[in-house]
């Protein structure tokens, strides 16, 4: 607050205190030193905007009075002692005695052991979020009294540089930039990298306008409650696109959990971009797979396949098409890929970045594509699987559909077996060598459905007659495979 009385030789000593560029118009100093106030608030620091405070002031004090206080929203005062808080809340009058209340402030801080190093709540990295800028490190929301709904303001302002940056980025779809300030939102825990959790009773505003936070999931099971889809808060659309002051005021419920806010200038990033990537950096070379899929079949003891081979599927598991761009992630430990065109597109929807196949995570950054299964793509066409054995070599599985033209012996024993039990014997079967012949009958008219006899009657075109106890084809493989 007093950073904002200060005259330009006042901005400039105090940029020149803490060896920051005097240079530039009033409102690209009062910006810097803001962000100044925010981000560094030691000690030493506000020790001597009080005292540039105070050396101007008092010495107009017998002569003229001090002019009045800027207009209450533009009065941030920081809500806890933490180093680096930049959430605030504002001057509850205008008339308040600042150096007093400052003294009070500093005496608070001054009371912290200096350069402490306190460990910092962190973020986990976005894959679809590119950061350019930390424009608030995650500070905590602190609520000010027992009420169970907060607000918690903080302001900022971008940098000529920031802007620029927004205003040329191209649109992801119309009036969305690809440069984007975004908060981000997480439980105050300092232990790990935290997923973006949304408090309770969430409201953004942002300048003027409340902003709109992504709604709830339906829930498909019983008695769960639809979840929120917690993800970066795009602000950019309700922003002064200038070195003007933004006002960020955040609603939350209070019931007990800590969480803490950050502001982030981002580029957001498609699906279709981080494909590319994923084909530029992360493609693993056909020999290696080899020696992976060997080592594999070599070591594996839980396989009961592991001395012959092992099988994978050339189909996506997410959209059961065949796989275009096959991968998975180098954590998994299974050999079967999942296409990661479709499986970008759908965590570009709903992230969750788990594996499709063994439900266990697959991070973007853990995942590759498959060198040597791109190539069996390309080379076998006419199989929807294929068998790699122990000496990293593969061959194809033919459909089953192109490998039963004619019954096998199993499918026959199991036809008298299930006709035995179920079905009342057919006439005549007393007879040795129309004994076999009538259970294949009985076996076809039980099991198979219409469709199957009507592409059998078609098949069979060229008979004499429609003789559906006695087809030849079928009498030939009885023949054959006895």
Not at 10 to 23: A, C, E, I
Not at 36 to 48: A, G, H, N, T, Y
Not at 405 to 417: A, R
Not at 446 to 474: I, L, M, T
Request: with cysteine; hydrophobic share 30%.
């Amino acid at each position: 607050n007093m950073v904002m009385s200060f005259r330009v030789s006042d901005l400039q000593m105090l940029l020149g205190f803490v060896g920051r560029s005097k240079s530039g118009l009033k409102h690209e100093l009062v910006t810097r030193a803001l962000q100044l106030v925010q981000f560094d608030c030691s000690p030493e620091v506000f020790k001597k905007i009080k005292e540039l405070y105070e050396t101007r002031y008092s010495k107009k004090s017998s002569e003229v009075a001090p002019p009045p206080p800027p207009r209450a929203e533009a009065l941030p005062l920081h809500s806890s002692y933490d180093r680096g808080s930049a959430v605030a809340r504002t001057l509850p009058t205008p008339n308040l005695d600042y150096p007093a209340l400052y003294g009070k402030y500093l005496n608070g801080l001054g009371r912290l052991p200096p350069k402490v190093a306190k460990p910092e709540v962190r973020l986990v990295k976005l894959p679809f979020y590119t950061t350019l800028d930390e424009l608030l490190k995650p500070t905590e929301l602190v609520p000010q009294n027992n009420e169970k709904l907060q607000e918690s303001p903080c302001i900022f302002a971008l940098t000529p540089r920031q802007v620029e940056l927004i205003r040329n980025s191209r649109e992801l779809q119309p009036g969305v930039k690809s440069v984007q300030v975004v908060l981000r939102i997480c439980y105050t825990d300092t232990s790990s990298p935290q997923e973006d959790q949304y408090p309770p009773n969430i409201a953004v505003k942002v300048n003027h306008s409340y902003c709109s936070v992504p709604g709830y999931y339906p829930s498909n099971k019983p008695g769960v409650e639809p979840k929120r889809p917690c993800r970066p808060i795009n602000l950019t659309h309700l922003m002064y696109l200038s070195a003007a002051t933004n006002r960020i005021t955040v609603t939350w419920g209070n019931y007990g959990k800590s969480y803490s806010v950050g502001l982030y200038l981002v580029r957001q990033m498609t699906s279709a971009e981080l494909l590319q990537r994923l084909k530029t950096i992360g493609i693993k070379h056909p020999e290696l797979c080899k020696a992976l899929v060997k080592e594999k079949l070599r070591l594996d003891p839980d396989s009961e396949i592991a001395t012959t081979g092992v099988r994978v599927s050339l189909i996506c598991p997410l959209v059961k098409m065949r796989l275009s761009v096959p991968c998975r992630a180098e954590t998994c430990a299974h050999l079967q890929c999942f296409d990661a065109v479709f499986y970008l597109q759908m965590n570009e929807k709903k992230p969750t970045w788990m594996c499709p196949v063994c439900d266990k995570p697959a991070p973007y950054d853990q995942l590759i594509i498959d060198g040597l299964l791109s190539k069996i793509l390309t080379e076998c066409e006419d199989a929807d699987e294929i068998e790699y054995l122990v000496d990293g070599s593969w061959c194809p599985i033919r459909a089953e559909k192109e490998r039963s033209c004619s019954p096998q012996c199993p499918i026959l024993v199991l036809g008298s077996s299930d006709v035995n039990g179920l079905l009342p014997p057919p006439a005549g079967n007393g007879e040795n060598g129309k004994a076999p012949a009538d259970v294949v009958d009985l076996t076809l008219d039980s099991s198979s459905s219409e469709e199957e006899e009507e592409e059998d009657e078609e098949e069979d075109d060229d008979d004499e007659g429609p003789q559906p106890k006695r087809r030849c084809s079928y009498e030939k493989g009885l023949v054959s495979a006895c």
